[in-house]
């Protein structure tokens, strides 16, 4: 095989976000199922302006047939804080191609990954705006 002259002095790995507030914007949104055979959305949002951040990875668990109430309930919510927090219309069901770009300010977590002594970033949503005001 040939010598490829490439530089890659430069080349670093993407860091892990302080905790705060990012503008973040959604790269990819796909409709998959969980080791555990369930339905979710794969959200994959990147800090916006800030490459030298890793992306987030979000994961959107649906309820499903087999849902006690409180859990498809509690599923339900947070897909909504999602939909509401990044402008994604949802009047009667919502479209994922309409997640890609949405974008929104949000708060980021760390916290750690189980089994290594790394840490990944996550997403802390608000609640939904109260009907109230």
């Known amino acids: 095989m040939p010598f490829v002259d490439m530089n890659l002095d430069d080349v670093k790995e ?11 914007v959604v790269s990819e949104a796909s409709l998959e199922t969980s080791k555990s055979g369930k339905p979710m959305i794969r959200v994959i949002l990147d800090f916006e302006g800030r490459p030298e951040y890793r992306s987030v990875w979000h ?9 006690e109430p409180d859990s498809a309930n509690f599923k339900r919510l947070m897909l909504k804080r999602f939909l509401v927090h990044f402008n994604i219309p949802c009047d009667g069901g919502f479209n994922t ?22 840490v990944r970033n996550s997403l802390q949503l608000p609640r939904l ?4 005001s």
């Open 129 to 132: 705006p109260s009907e109230d």
């Open 59 to 67: 994961f959107i668990s649906l309820p499903s047939e087999d849902d």
């Open 97 to 118: 191609e309409d997640f890609l770009g949405a974008r929104a300010e949000c708060f980021v977590n760390q916290e750690p990954i189980e089994g290594s002594d790394d």
């Open 14 to 24: 993407a860091t892990v976000a302080p905790e705060g507030y990012y503008e973040l």
